[in-house]
């Protein structure tokens, strides 16, 4: 079974490359901490669902775009 927590970073780490964000910027936009988005992007922290949202809104994209 895939890493569900490794996808999900790598879909936000895509995202935010599109963007041409740095971790640092989608930290400011999103109101998150620069470490957590690391950690998320790397696969390393299990997200809560409110945060989630507030990463979809800093890249201008739906949760569901998240998960697909």
Do not use: C, W
């Not at 780490?13 to 992007?41: F, M």
Request: charged letters at 30%; zero cysteines; aromatic letters at 4%.
């Amino acid at each position: 079974m895939p890493n569900i927590l490794k996808q999900f970073g790598d879909k936000v780490r895509s995202n935010r490359l599109k963007k041409n964000l740095s971790q640092e910027k989608l930290a400011e936009l999103s109101g998150l901490h620069r470490t957590y988005i690391g950690q998320i992007e790397s696969g390393k922290r299990n997200i809560a669902l409110k945060n989630i949202n507030k990463l979809a809104k800093a890249l201008k994209i739906s949760v569901k775009e998240l998960f697909t």
